[in-house]
């Protein structure tokens, strides 16, 4: 299982850090990826990472701003959001896959979502 936390209001501007703790089972060899859904829009692609830290794939949207990284030895995934934007309030997911990808339908395992709200 997968449970993302860290979620909040920001003003905009700001930063916030996400994590995704995982449990009942290690995933190691998974890439890893954050995924996010704003309201009344359809789910999209933010960051993935590969299971040996060694590739990372973003959105255009958050080149730049964001920065996906993992502790293996924790079995915890992170997202580092800095300069915040209005148009980055959305409910955060992360999510497992067999290989670093940005297709969501490829990830087998999805935390619950922890929302994020900038404000402007």
């Known amino acids: 299982q997968l449970q993302a936390f860290g979620g909040g209001l920001v003003q905009a501007g700001g930063s916030l850090r996400l994590s995704c703790a995982a449990s009942?089972?290690?995933?190691?060899?998974?890439?890893m990826g954050w995924f996010r859904q704003a309201p009344g829009k359809e789910r999209e692609f933010v960051a993935a990472i590969s299971w040996s830290d060694s590739s990372t794939y973003y959105a255009d949207s958050v080149k730049g701003r964001f920065t996906i990284s993992r502790d293996n030895a924790k079995n915890t995934l992170y997202l580092q959001m800095n300069s915040l934007k209005p148009e980055d309030t959305a409910v955060y997911y992360c999510?497992?896959?067999?290989?670093?990808?940005?297709?969501?339908?490829?990830?087998?395992?999805w935390g619950q979502g922890t929302k994020v709200t900038v404000s402007s």
């Open positions: 999510a497992a896959a067999k290989r670093i990808t940005s297709a969501d339908n490829e990830y087998n395992y």
């Open positions: 009942g089972r290690t995933f190691t060899y998974y890439g």
